[in-house]
T-cell receptor
Framework: NAGVTQTPKFQVLKTGQSMTLQCAQDMNHEYMSWYRQDPGMGLRLIHYSVGAGITDQGEVPNGYNVSRSTTEDFPLRLLSAAPSQTSVYFC?????????????FGPGTRLTVT | AQKVTQAQTEISVVEKEDVTLDCVYETRDTTYYLFWYKQPPSGELVFLIRRNSFDEQNEISGRYSWNFQKSTSSFNFTITASQVVDSAVYFCALSLGPAGQGGSEKLVFGKGTKLTVNP
């Protein structure tokens, strides 16, 4: 099993550009989620999905869109990048319903918006 | 509101010292889960432990131990005889019960404690 994979590992965008961060898992997990990590802020939940076709907002959803067409994939879209979205982004999946279970994290994507 | 406080931003110790990382949480729910994750300098996040609100037993895993006390809303993490490889940022996290059990879907992380173990 590859676990949770994320692409790209690094990305530089200009303000106003759009892009999609890819996330895939091969563990047949129902729950998938996206977090951003900023210095001194810990991890904050952006969006999550409880299964294919179902998504919901987390703590900091503004400026991001998600969709979940398959169990395996959970892409995160930045519609119009802003410098405030410079961060490290982590995708995670977990077995079972709810956040009551261990999260399996991807390696992260470091995004810089200039 | 749900909240996790890790008051120690950075801790520096010398190898073989014992060190305790503090975690204080806030929630009104009776069903919740607490976690610790480790983030070494390489950047990945590694799960260490999960504890539910109905199980106050302390846990020991090798040099790691966890002390869960509902009376003080704390879930502290102790590393005994620390080693350089323990150098990392450690996150405490709080999860509420799934929506189907009357809770709301939420996972809240503390801001992390950076531990540096010097040789």
């Amino acid at each position: 099993n590859a676990g949770v994979t994320q692409t790209p590992k690094f990305q530089v965008l200009k303000t106003g550009q759009s892009m999609t961060l890819q996330c895939a898992q091969d563990m047949n997990h129902e729950y998938m989620s996206w977090y951003r990590q900023d210095p001194g802020m810990g991890l904050r939940l952006i969006h999550y999905s409880v299964g294919a076709g179902i998504t919901d907002q987390g703590e900091v959803p503004n400026g991001y869109n998600v969709s979940r067409s398959t169990t395996e994939d959970f892409p995160l879209r930045l519609l119009s990048a802003a410098p405030s979205q410079t961060s490290v982004y982590f995708c995670a999946s977990s077995l079972g319903r709810g956040f009551a279970y261990e999260q399996y994290f991807g390696p992260g994507t470091r995004l810089t918006v200039t | 509101a749900q909240k996790v406080t890790q008051a120690q931003t950075e801790i520096s110790v010398v190898e073989k010292e014992d060190v305790t990382l503090d975690c204080v949480y806030e929630t009104r729910d009776t069903t919740y889960y607490l976690f610790w994750y480790k983030q070494p300098p390489s950047g990945e996040l590694v799960f260490l432990i999960r504890r539910n609100s109905f199980d106050e037993q302390n846990e020991i895993s090798g040099r790691y131990s966890w002390n869960f006390q509902k009376s003080t809303s704390s879930f502290n993490f102790t590393i005994t005889a620390s080693q350089v490889v323990d150098s990392a940022v450690y996150f405490c996290a709080l999860s509420l019960g799934p929506a189907g059990q009357g809770g709301s879907e939420k996972l809240v992380f503390g801001k992390g404690t950076k531990l540096t173990v010097n040789p």
